[in-house]
């Protein structure tokens, strides 16, 4: 992925391992203390006793789909011809399914992804010429934007807008 440009680098208190900067999160009693987002999702994992939901979305075209993803800075795992999964560091954020008589056109599936910073996440992934909308403050007071792939699967990601830097 992208080089690490010097000063940037964190190291995760939790796993020891450098990081970049946006790759972590500091506790707001410790700002000294970093953790990686992948030890977080690992935390949160033990912590939530109910069941983590990852969306299974249809695509007509696997290698457009691989494309996209990686295009889209995240990593896609083969594990079949017909089946793939879509993981932000250790977070499994999708997973893929070949459908091959799928219609993009016609297709409606659709997932929401809250992050701490969608303005980030529609900047990174416009640069990198993905088909994002444009960041809007919506009535239900989320900050949000959204994409399809070449399948037609709509991904909407948003923050809650009163949220960020104190
Ligand atoms: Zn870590």
């Not at 009693?29 to 299974?56: E, F, H, N, S």
Request: hydrophobic share 35%; proline share 8%; net charge negative.
């Amino acid at each position: 992925m992208d080089g690490v440009p010097s000063g940037t680098t964190a190291t995760c208190a939790c796993c020891g391992e450098p990081q970049k900067a946006s790759d972590v999160v500091r506790l707001g009693c410790r700002p000294d203390i970093a953790v990686c987002g992948g030890c977080v999702y690992d935390l949160a994992g033990r912590l939530v006793a109910g069941p983590t939901i990852t969306p299974i979305f249809p695509v007509n075209d696997m290698a457009a789909a691989r494309e996209f993803w990686t295009r889209a800075g995240l990593q896609v795992d083969e594990y079949g011809p017909e089946y793939a999964f879509v993981r932000y560091g250790t977070a499994e954020l999708l997973h893929l399914d070949l459908r091959r008589d799928l219609e993009p056109e016609r297709n409606a599936a659709a997932c929401y992804v809250r992050v701490s910073d969608p303005r980030e996440w529609q900047r990174r992934w416009k640069d990198r010429g993905l088909p994002v909308s444009d960041v809007v403050v919506q009535p239900w007071g989320m900050v949000e934007f959204s994409v399809k792939d070449p399948s037609g699967n709509l991904i909407r990601m948003g923050a809650a807008a009163e949220r960020g830097p104190k």
